[in-house]
């Protein structure tokens, strides 16, 4: 049972236009909300993450938009640039242990 | 730079062999964990460390065993592979304090073990 929902699978986009990536969870008692960006090849690293009372923050191009009441959050990557391709992952923390999302695969076309 | 290493970055064995992944960190971190990536599952815990003398199953445990030899070493052991452990394995490590980072729990991974079981 996957507790973290991520789509869509994958998502191509234009160079310059916003990727939107979808994540919802079950579990109330997640505390924390990163997003891990993974590059073929390599490891996941963080890219941004959140607290549970704050509904929105931004890092450069990169914003999470958090809604508590929906147990919904989503990725918006601002001005999309060929080298954010990407494998994104959302997840959600709980006792120091992260339940990841199924992954979405971004293509930015130049 | 502090590094999370992990060997070998690939390896292809044969169905009821054992074999050892091995994890190493120069990050002074207490906690280290163990993920296998499916294609459409994402990363799905296996097991993980909160310090020397704590080990805990994850969500997939079964088929694996882990060993921390040490702060810096955390071992993953599949006694007898089986096809469908085929999959990419990596190996992270946290600070939950954040100090170092400013975020809460960040996980940094290792750069992945390719495994194929024939």
């Known amino acids: 049972q996957q507790q973290v929902k991520q789509s869509p699978q994958s998502l191509i986009v234009q160079k310059g236009g916003i990727s939107i990536i979808n994540c919802a969870y079950e579990?109330?008692?997640?505390?924390?909300f990163p997003w891990y960006q993974q590059f073929p090849g390599k490891g996941p690293a963080l890219l941004i993450a959140?607290?549970?009372?704050?509904s929105e923050k931004k890092e450069g191009r990169f914003t999470i938009s958090f809604n508590k009441s929906a147990k919904q959050f989503s990725l918006h990557i601002m001005d999309s640039q060929p080298g954010d391709s990407a494998t994104y992952f959302c997840?959600?923390?709980?006792?120091?242990?992260?339940?990841f999302g199924e992954g979405t695969q971004l293509t930015v076309n130049p | 730079d502090a590094d999370v290493t992990q060997t070998p970055r690939n390896r292809i064995t044969k169905t009821g062999k054992r074999i050892m992944l091995e994890c190493s960190q120069t990050k002074g971190h207490d906690r280290m964990y163990w993920y296998r990536q499916d294609p459409g599952l994402g990363l799905r815990l296996i097991y993980y460390s909160f310090d020397v003398k704590d080990i805990n199953k994850g969500e997939i445990s079964d088929g694996y065993s882990v060993s921390r030899q040490a702060q810096a070493k955390f071992s993953l052991s599949l006694e007898s592979a089986i096809p469908n452990q085929t999959a990419l394995y990596f190996c992270?490590?946290?600070?939950?304090?954040?100090?170092?980072?400013?975020?809460?729990?960040?996980?940094?991974f290792g750069p992945g073990t390719r495994l194929t079981v024939l």
């Open positions: 959140i607290r549970p009372d704050v």
């Open positions: 997840a959600a923390n709980s006792g120091s242990r992260l339940t």
């Open positions: 579990n109330t008692a997640f505390d924390y």
């Open positions: 992270a490590t946290s600070d939950p304090s954040g100090r170092a980072t400013g975020s809460y729990n960040e996980q940094f």
